[in-house]
């Protein structure tokens, strides 16, 4: 197995309610080190760049308004598959089919407003890290 990186987004959902404590000592508990972290207010315009690949999606306007209507927290995972590893402590996308003891189990209270975002390819999680942070800010 090897060593990889992802991005997690704790969504303004789960910030809101002051559960970024707790999802970050889940991350730690399934072995995921937070390597880097911060606490952003996105703009609209910053969170449509990030998911412009959902752009023509139905729920695209509704995404951006709701990933910008106050703090995130982006940081970036570090373990043994940890693209797959972040994803299993996450759950299903839909909360109603999520795992118990998933974050999104635990949290996220709709499809739309789930808590936590995780990379789904290490392809991916390079991309989505360069957009959030430089790599003098990553540290391992
Ligand atoms: P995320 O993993 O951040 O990637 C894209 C996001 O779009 C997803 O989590 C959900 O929060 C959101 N999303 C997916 N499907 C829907 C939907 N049907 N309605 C609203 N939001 C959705």
């Known amino acids: 197995m090897a060593v990889e990186r ?3 987004i704790i969504k303004p959902d789960a ?3 002051n559960h970024t404590g707790a999802i970050n000592a889940m991350f730690e508990k ?3 080190r937070i390597v880097a972290q911060k606490r952003l207010h996105l ?3 910053q969170a449509g760049k990030f998911y412009e690949v959902h752009s023509e ?3 695209y306007d509704e995404l951006c308004e709701f990933m910008s209507r106050s703090p995130v927290v982006v940081q970036v995972l570090e373990g043994e598959s940890a693209v797959a590893k972040n ?3 996450m759950g299903a996308t839909n909360p109603e089919e999520a795992a118990e ?3 999104r189990k635990t949290f996220a209270k709709s499809i739309g407003e789930n808590s936590v975002h995780g990379s789904d390819s290490a392809e991916n999680a390079a991309i989505e890290i360069a957009y959030f942070f430089a790599g003098y800010e990553i540290v391992g």
Do not use: W
């Open 6 to 8: 992802t991005l997690s």
């Open 15 to 17: 910030c809101e309610g």
């Open 30 to 32: 399934a072995g995921l």
């Open 43 to 45: 703009t609209k315009a």
């Open 57 to 59: 999606r139905g729920f």
């Open 87 to 89: 994803r299993d402590v």
């Open 101 to 103: 003891g998933t974050i």
